[in-house]
């Protein structure tokens, strides 16, 4: 894939966390830091979807929602929107353990007849790690016009594709969403070293 940029959805009012998600600390470096390093060697066209001025010590371009309040598909219809390339990859600001290995392999296995392409564990789909096809565009609007604003009924709609890892490796696409989820985090870190 040739062309490829990288939005990272910074938006989203994270009641658990108290907080801005993406600027919560691990191993004394916000979150989203911890994503673009991993992005860094795969593309440096990264953009962040935001709507307040947390992020503006990042030399990324910010970009705000054009449709608020509509979660995480309202994220993606504005990086879409915003994009010039025709595959974009899609990432949440509360997935530390993000690897460049495994966001290389998202873009290996991804088959261009697919307008969605998005991670898997056994267990549970993690839409907001995928590549979506700007020409969505309409598909995405049509849902928020109609309320309809779960990401799974957009991905059943159009052609998609499911990349499947083994559940060892989903520490490494875990979103986290509460201070409880990030100290069994920090737990999980420990034991491993």
């Known amino acids: ?24 600390l691990f191993k004394d470096k916000p979150f989203i830091e911890h994503i673009i390093k991993a992005i860094l060697p795969i593309t440096t066209n990264i953009q962040l979807v935001t709507n307040g001025n947390d992020y503006d010590y990042l030399e990324y371009k910010k970009i705000s929602d054009i449709e608020i309040d509509k979660g995480p598909l309202g994220g993606i219809y504005t990086a879409l929107y915003y994009s010039d390339t025709e595959f974009n990859m899609i990432l949440s600001c509360d997935i530390p353990l993000i690897s460049t290995e495994l966001l290389s392999e998202l873009i290996e296995k991804h088959d261009e007849e697919a307008l969605i392409t998005v991670l898997s564990s056994e267990s549970r789909m993690h839409p907001l790690i995928g590549i979506y096809a700007k020409k969505i565009l309409p598909d995405i609007k049509e849902a928020i016009n109609q309320g309809d604003l779960k990401l799974m009924n957009l991905i059943a709609k159009v052609p998609h594709q499911i990349i499947t890892f083994d559940e060892t490796q989903s520490l490494n696409f875990t979103n986290i969403n509460s201070p409880d989820e990030l100290n069994d985090l920090d737990a999980n870190m420990n034991t491993m070293m």
Not at 4 to 19: N, P, T
């Open 1 to 24: 894939m040739k062309d490829l940029a990288v939005f990272i959805l910074c938006g989203g009012k994270s009641s658990q966390m108290q907080s801005e998600k993406g600027l919560v």
